[in-house]
């Protein structure tokens, strides 16, 4: 899944991969890893942003998530304390590995 991120004051558009969605009170989460950064980043439904490519690859997971919520996450991400590596704060290995691990699934690793 893609999604474009549009700053309305820089007047700036950015397009980025999504590697695992959730809701909180009914809003869509997304989690990205935006240029420049070494970890994951959230984004809201909300906030400025549009779908560009609604299609889920074949390497998403449902799960329920440590809340008790629904969440579809990337299977890369289910292994080892890789998900949590790369929410907080920045690590440039974890980044790395999970392309790494992309790479293996003969996936490139997008936009990042």
Known sequence: MIIKETDRFLKTEEEHEVYAIYWVDGVR??????KGFDGFSARRDRDNISVVD????KGFRLIRSSSGNDMLLHEALLEGDLLDRLLEPQDP?????????????DEKPALF
């Open 54 to 57: 609604n299609r889920i690859s």
């Open 93 to 105: 290995e974890a980044v790395q590995e999970f392309k790494k691990k992309l790479e293996l699934n």
């Open 29 to 34: 989460h997304y989690y990205i890893i935006p």
